[in-house]
Each structure stands twice: as structure tokens, then as C-alpha cells.
């Protein structure tokens, strides 16, 4: 009884690996594959002139939130 619940954990431990390896190589190869198109892509991409989106830059994120936070602490400073 001992050994089939042995036998059995040995099984499913070796199943478990087995699936996990798998997983890994079949990750790995799926990401060169990515890679290898946005690669591809970029450097088409890159000869084209660049539009701006719309989107604010860094250091506009930053004083927004700089000047957020400075408006939360002097609302809370005068209660």
C-alpha cells in the first residue's frame, strides 16, 4: 500500500516536472519568436518620421502630480 502511494506521488511529481519544462521551452521560444518580429518591426518603424501622440511627457507627469500632492497637503494643513 506504502509503495503504490510512493509509486503514485513519484508519478504525478515527474507528470508535474515533465509539464513545467515544457512550459518553459515552449515561453523561451514563443519570446525570441515576439522578439524577432517587434525587432523586424521597429527597425521599419524607426526610418518614419515620429508623431506625436498626444501623451504628456515625463516631466509633465511629474509636475502634475508635484503640484497634486502640494494641493492635498495644503488642504489637509488647514483643518
Known amino acids: 500500500m506504502i509503495g503504490e502511494s ?9 507528470v508535474v516536472f515533465m509539464f ?4 518553459v521551452l515552449v515561453l523561451e521560444a514563443q519570446g525570441k519568436l515576439i522578439n524577432y ?8 518603424s524607426s526610418n518614419e518620421p515620429q508623431i506625436n ?12 502630480i508635484s503640484a497634486a500632492v502640494k494641493h492635498h497637503i495644503e488642504e489637509n494643513s488647514k483643518k
Open 6 to 14: 510512493v509509486n503514485f506521488m513519484i508519478t504525478g511529481m515527474s
Open 20 to 23: 513545467l519544462v515544457i512550459m
Open 37 to 44: 518580429f517587434i525587432a523586424s518591426e521597429e527597425s521599419v
Open 53 to 64: 501622440s498626444g501623451k504628456p511627457s515625463e516631466a509633465k507627469k511629474v509636475a502634475i
